[in-house]
């Protein structure tokens, strides 16, 4: 059994900075890229940031120079630093994990609320 546990989400004022973590436990092995997608109430679950194991990584054009994903292969833990946060940001955040060849597992969201 693998779990993904998510921390980090809350309510911030526009322009403020949050960090989410989400950290792998299990019988998890060889885990390749980690990502982080959100969704927003209405709207499809989008890709936001992915990191690959060799730490090269990838953004959505809307959080590229705002948002910083990076990882920790010793403690199989996903980061996401979000600066600069805007209302448009608001949604709830779920770390990917591909592992073992073909596995992906979701965490469980952790809600993200932009708002003065």
């Known amino acids: 059994q693998v779990q993904l546990v998510e921390s980090g989400g809350g309510l911030v004022q526009p322009g403020g900075s949050l960090r989410l973590s989400c950290a792998a436990s299990?019988?998890?092995?060889?885990?390749?890229?980690m990502g982080w997608y959100r969704q927003a109430p209405g709207k499809q679950r989008e890709l936001v940031a992915s990191i690959t194991r060799d730490g090269s990584a990838n953004y959505a054009e809307s959080v590229k120079g705002r948002f910083t994903i990076s990882r920790d292969n010793a403690k199989n833990t996903v980061y996401l630093q979000m600066n600069s946060l805007k209302p448009e940001d608001t949604a709830v955040y779920y770390c990917?994990?591909?592992?073992?060849?073909?596995?992906?597992?979701w965490g469980q969201g952790t809600q993200v609320t932009v708002s003065s």
């Open positions: 990917n994990i591909a592992w073992g060849g073909f596995y992906t597992t």
């Open positions: 299990g019988s998890i092995f060889s885990i390749n890229s």
